[in-house]
């Protein structure tokens, strides 16, 4: 994590004897003193492409390997996801006349002589299979030509076909034998009935007789299940769902080592994730596989704007996970395309990237704040002042009302012009969590933001190295939830926070534990997941003043205001006992509603035990006006007490 220099042990021993005499029964005092408003960003979003996260996961294109991008034609690898339906020839090929410049494969299909039936291909998703669905209906799209002019007419049948041959719902598009230059077909078609199981395929397939000795080219090839708010090229419903659930302050994007790319040439460019998606070359990703990049800048910025969340967008900054940095007198280049980046989402439309944002469809620019500048920069530490200077002191000339956010250590580089925020990255134990739930309250107030990007309880092993937690448990959960109390506590200082990674396809699994896993019908919400989103929506306006915790206790707490006027407690145990805690309020509150998280510690909601932790909402009453109250907080628990 970004390594900070700050005065908390001290703090924490005086604060350790202050309240050792009450460990037992905890009193907390609340006073009329306002601290700082919580900022609206303060609990946010990380998305980046791993686990295939994007591509398979909340980018809703159902088809894999849709365009051929990044594979070596004439190779069997080349087919991968695709299938011969009844003797046709497939061949991925270096097509003589591309469908596009950033495409240039094709899929070549022969229709042989002798067959009966239907004959054509079909592609197996993200999952060996695609789940159908009855009176959903798909939208599939493809272009088409043919290599040299042939008297054929006829149709082909496009929609799902069970492995076994049985059709489940299709429709019908007119091909011509005349077409020798790319045109593209759009149809939908609604299944009648849904399959007993995924083991079906999105075909095209012909009549074998009529089309025998017929060879057609395919490109760009696509299948789109309804959207999310119905956006054109838009996201899986359910997975955007999950994240709105949580009201995130932010979204981050696109990622952390997936915008750095494994060497300069594969870093993440935003020009080649906007427009056509027949114009989008795609790329092989810092994960190990081919990003369609089809969930682009547009994309994401569409997706803060459906999540009313402010973006805060990742710029590349010159380095790559190679270990290459380009050297300071060839940076420019790169520079003047994060500049362009920028204006693509802020500028007007008599900006040539402004005017290129409303042709796709948003004359508006989009709010935008915070700009990042690359990532997890102390892997570089050596060449990141140079580039931190180069790119700040363009970026800031041409943009004077943005914020810049560095990412390497806070002391090691030195960096000028002095970082304003500073982005912060904690993969650590449940335990040093709870330990360090007082890590920002030693800091200097000098103007310094701090934006916990990255992080998460990911392991019982202090070293990392083992026993790295498949999915989150209870008491990790519990343990980010008492760093978060000091992320809110310290809200004068921290702009915002969020768990990382956010999503994970099972079965494409690259890093654990994640907050959001996903197959291909059901998403499954972590523990960590739910302190998430009670903390978010229950963020509150302004943080009450109130008596300490015990840093090195095991009960933490916030208290804060809402816009209804409600004191909003969260209070954490991570302790395997119950612990009571008396509340002390200058005002008298009789009752409201309370949230409990809670389960035994190595609990995880997992395939096999989805639902096993939840929060459980109940009223709330103390049986007249009171000001004084004694809450239970039951072992490895997060609660969520608003009071009125």
């Known amino acids: 994590m970004v390594q900070l220099t700050n005065s908390w042990t001290t703090l924490a021993a005086v604060l350790s004897l202050f309240v050792a005499s009450c460990q037992a029964d905890t009193t907390v005092t609340v006073t009329t003193t306002t601290g700082p408003a919580i900022p609206k960003t303060l609990w946010g979003q990380s998305f980046e492409d791993v686990n295939h996260s994007g591509d398979g996961g909340l980018y809703a294109e159902l088809l894999r390997n849709r365009a051929f991008q990044q594979v070596t034609p004439n190779t069997p690898e080349a087919l991968n996801f695709w299938h011969s339906i009844n003797g046709a020839e497939l061949n991925v090929i270096a097509d003589p006349v591309p469908v596009s410049k950033a495409l240039p494969n094709s899929l070549q299909v022969k229709i042989p002589t002798g067959r009966f039936g239907l004959t054509g291909f079909g592609n197996e998703g993200y999952n060996g299979g695609l789940k159908v669905e009855k009176g959903v209906t798909y939208t599939a799209s493809f272009y088409y030509r043919f290599p040299t002019a042939s008297s054929f007419r006829g149709t082909v049948a496009v929609g799902y076909q069970t492995t076994s041959g049985l059709t489940l719902g299709s429709t019908s598009a007119t091909i011509s034998g005349a077409q020798t230059t790319w045109l593209q077909v759009s149809v939908t078609f609604t299944p009648a009935q849904s399959a007993f199981n995924n083991n079906n395929y999105f075909t095209i397939v012909f009549d074998s007789t009529a089309a025998a000795g017929q060879t057609v080219h395919f490109a760009m090839l696509s299948l789109f299940p309804p959207t999310y708010r119905s956006r054109v090229n838009g996201l899986r419903p359910d997975l955007a769902t999950a994240l709105a659930e949580m009201q995130p302050g932010f979204l981050r994007f696109p990622g952390g080592r997936n915008l750095e790319g494994n060497t300069i040439d594969t870093r993440w460019q935003w020009n080649n994730t906007v427009g056509k998606l027949v114009d989008r070359p795609g790329r092989v990703g810092t994960w190990g596989y081919v990003n369609t990049d089809g969930l682009g800048l547009l994309e994401f910025l569409t997706l803060c704007e459906d999540l009313v969340t402010t973006p805060i967008m990742g710029v590349w900054a010159g380095f790559s996970l190679d270990g290459h940095s380009v050297s300071e007198q060839d940076l420019f280049p790169y520079i003047q395309q994060a500049i362009d980046q920028i204006n693509f989402a802020i500028a007007p439309t008599s900006n040539p990237f402004g005017l290129l944002r409303s042709q796709l469809g948003h004359s508006a620019p989009f709010a935008l704040t915070y700009i990042e500048i690359g990532n997890e920069e102390f892997f570089s530490s050596d060449t990141y002042a140079s580039r931190w200077r180069f790119f700040t002191t363009v970026l800031s000339q041409n943009f004077p009302q943005l914020r810049f956010i560095a990412t390497s250590y806070s002391n090691n580089p030195v960096l000028a012009p002095d970082p304003t925020h500073w982005d ?71 702009l915002g926070s969020s768990y990382s990674p956010l999503l994970n396809r099972i079965g494409d699994t690259e890093i654990t534990p994640n907050l959001i896993s996903f197959d291909i019908s059901t998403v499954y919400r972590s523990t960590s997941f739910y302190t998430q989103m009670l903390f978010s929506t229950n963020r509150g306006v302004s943080l009450m003043t109130s008596t300490l915790p015990n840093p090195s206790g095991t009960i933490f707490w916030t208290i804060t205001r809402n816009s209804a006027s409600q004191y909003v407690f969260k209070i954490v145990n991570v302790a395997a006992d119950l612990e009571n805690v008396t509340f002390k309020l200058p005002v008298s509150v009789s009752a409201g509603t309370l949230i409990v998280l809670q389960g035994d510690p190595e609990a995880s909601n997992t395939p096999e035990t989805p639902g096993l932790v939840v929060p459980v909402t109940t009223s709330y009453s103390l049986s007249g006006a009171k000001n004084t109250f004694v809450y239970a907080a039951p072992p490895y628990s997060v609660s969520i007490l608003r009071l009125l």
């Open 424 to 494: 912060v990255h904690s993969f650590k134990t449940p335990g040093w969590f709870a330990q360090n739930s007082f890590f920002y309250d030693g800091l200097a107030r000098n103007g310094t933001m701090y934006l916990e990007g990255e992080y998460a309880a990911v392991s019982n092993d202090p070293i990392q190295r083992h026993d790295r937690l498949p999915y989150p448990t209870m008491k990790g959960a519990a343990s980010e939830a008492a760093y978060m109390t000091g992320l809110e506590r310290n809200s004068d200082i921290v």
